[in-house]
């Protein structure tokens, strides 16, 4: 039973924004494709354990979702019209071997890539840039409301919010869920990159859960950036946000030591750094440098920094500082500011780098995050103060979700306690 259970567990991390951005075109609402995909989850719950994981376990939820839409909707006078094609469907998904392909090859797009084309779809222009993201994330990236919580640094009641307002807006504008023309292509680009980053964040630093990193988002991040650089291929941001993830990537492996417990970069054996990641990164860099700077591709600059220093002692931290002072002024953020007073903080001293932490203390949205007390940890320890760096990692240690995370940093508590 637990690895049946496992198996649909993995199945619905691959193939739930895939069912409900389908159910979405044909029903009209996400609220409603969310709720089929549920009961299909449900129905496989059920069944699987009994009769055995089917062949293709996504057309299975896709048609088994598709046939309590039709159950669902019978009597509803203004679903009753798309019947036809909910079963129609149905019946050509119990022998595909894709359970997209019938609804995706009608589809008159550029956009050659199942989920990438529904992505484009659910950022749609009507909503705000937070809500847009937030939604598709919500939706089709596979990501919980906790986790999306944490990248936009609110509280997850107040992102389940704004995801159910966005799905109301959808509704009572009733716009349809269609694929956007090429035209409009561009007009929604800033949000999708926005959710293929976020994306690739949690796969890279997981909100919660046992897993350190979650490397399938990152790998399906990672994809969905590249596609792009050949829709959008003069855009400088499209460059830039792979760049970043083809060097954030290729430390991934090395963010685990052997025996699976988490390294941070300054203990990272950096010979285990992907050296062909590194190199697509940097030509990414190169491409996006020369069509634009924009905060991507600042982003991408900062991890370039870091591959090309043989230690942390090495890293050229006065040019990252630097470029950290353009990404503020670009796109402000609380987390940049962090970052920043981290980096100016390895470029001039431990107590410069306390000082601005201080300030950066005062910023409410920080007030849960816990990598700001383990910054300031970090430079507590530097200047000896021992005492204060283990309650603070401590404290790091008890705001975090993350199990491999939390015991992370009560190892530095520890550590720091003890002196060494």
């Known amino acids: 039973m637990p690895a049946t259970e496992a198996a649909v567990e993995a199945v619905w991390r691959i193939e739930s924004g895939r069912l409900v951005g389908a159910l979405a075109r044909v029903v009209g609402d996400f609220s409603t494709a969310e709720d089929l995909a549920q009961d299909a989850l449900e129905a496989a719950l059920r069944q699987w354990p009994r009769d055995g994981i089917p062949p293709n376990p996504g057309a299975w939820l896709m048609t088994s979702a598709r046939h309590m839409a039709v159950d ?15 079963a129609a469907e149905a019946r050509l998904d119990e022998g595909m071997e894709d359970p997209m392909t019938s609804v995706d090859d009608a589809l008159d797009t550029s956009v050659h890539d199942d989920l990438l084309r529904l992505i484009f779809t659910a950022c749609h222009p009507v909503l705000t840039m937070d809500s847009r993201v937030a939604l598709t994330l919500r939706t089709l990236g596979g990501l919980q409301t906790r986790e999306i919580a944490r990248a936009f640094l609110v509280s997850e009641s107040a992102m389940g919010q704004r995801i159910s307002r966005a799905k109301k807006t959808l509704t009572q504008q009733r716009i349809p869920f269609q694929v956007p023309s090429v035209a409009e292509l561009p007009h929604r680009l800033s949000a999708v990159l926005a959710v293929i980053y976020l994306i690739f964040t949690e796969g ?24 792009l650089t050949s829709l959008q291929p003069d855009q400088a941001e499209v460059h830039g946000l792979v760049a970043l993830m083809e060097l954030q990537s290729a430390r991934l492996t090395a963010r685990t030591a052997r025996d699976g ?19 697509r990164g940097l030509a990414a860099l190169d491409r996006a440098e020369e069509l634009g700077v924009g905060p991507y591709t600042l982003q991408a600059a900062i991890a370039a920094c870091h591959v090309r220093a043989a230690s942390v002692d090495d890293t050229d931290w006065t040019r990252i500082a630097a470029l950290y002072t ?15 007073a981290i980096a100016i903080g390895m470029a001039e001293g431990p107590d410069r780098g306390l000082a601005l932490l201080d300030d950066v203390a005062r910023e409410p949205l920080l007030a849960d995050y816990p990598q700001l007390p383990a910054a300031r940890a970090t430079f507590l320890r530097r200047l000896g103060r021992t005492t204060e760096a283990s309650s603070e990692f401590e404290r790091a240690a008890a705001l975090t979700a993350n199990a491999d995370t939390r015991t992370l940093f009560l190892r530095q508590a520890e550590d720091a306690r003890q002196g060494t």
């Open 72 to 86: 669902r909707h019978r009597h509803d006078a203004v679903l009753r019209r798309k019947l036809p094609l909910l």
């Open 204 to 227: 890279f630093s997981a909100t919660s859960g046992d897993d350190w990193t979650r490397p399938e988002l990152c790998q399906e991040a990672l994809r969905l950036g590249r596609l």
């Open 261 to 279: 417990s988490p390294v941070l970069l300054a203990d990272q054996e950096r010979g285990r750094w992907d050296r062909l990641l590194i190199r």
């Open 326 to 340: 353009v990404l503020a002024y670009l796109a402000p953020s609380p987390i940049v500011t962090l970052n920043h």
